[in-house]
């Protein structure tokens, strides 16, 4: 192991988390992660994967705390953003502000504008226009996306079937 060489390097104990943790080895995922943040806490990688363990586990406010690990390491980490807006039930104001922060972070991502769009289109109101737009945008990007769907679903609560049914049917 590359922990073994180098017990020090902060990023081998973040990637044999990832791999423990995708083995299900939860328990050593965690301390392996807990280790990389005890010797580098401005990374932001470890802390988004004690917050996916944390939240798996329905331990929410400890998924929370390291959420807030990772976006004070680094405030710019897509993993970190996107795990944010999931974790509020991709509603909300908090949701809002991530999706929207991660698809300016990375404007050629679909999925982004995806869950900014639907997180939009929940508020509905004032924001229905911007919803759109960024479903649009979602499609544009990735004709094959769902976000056909939710363009749909929007288009068609506005009272606009035609174009529900056109993307629908996309």
Do not use: C, K
């Not at 990637?15 to 807990?34: D, H, I, K």
Request: glycine letters at 12%; aromatic letters at 2%; zero cysteines.
């Amino acid at each position: 192991h590359a922990v073994d060489l180098a017990p020090s390097w902060e990023r081998a104990r973040g990637e044999l988390g990832v791999a423990l943790a995708m083995a299900g080895a939860t328990a050593e995922a965690e301390s392996s992660l807990r280790a990389a943040v005890a010797l580098r806490p401005s990374s932001a990688a470890p802390h988004v994967g004690l917050a996916q363990l944390a939240a798996a586990a329905g331990r929410a406010d400890a998924a929370d705390a390291h959420i807030r690990g990772a976006l004070g390491a680094n405030a710019n980490d897509l993993g970190a953003l996107g795990l944010l807006g999931e974790l509020r039930g991709g509603r909300g104001a908090e949701a809002e502000v991530a999706f929207r922060r991660a698809a300016d972070l990375s404007p050629e991502d679909a999925g982004w504008h995806h869950r900014l769009g639907v997180a939009l289109a929940q508020r509905g109101g004032a924001v229905a226009r911007e919803a759109e737009a960024s479903l649009r945008r979602a499609v544009s990007l990735n004709p094959l996306s769902g976000a056909h769907f939710d363009l749909g679903v929007l288009l068609a609560a506005r009272g606009d079937s035609m174009g529900a049914s056109l993307s629908y049917r996309a």
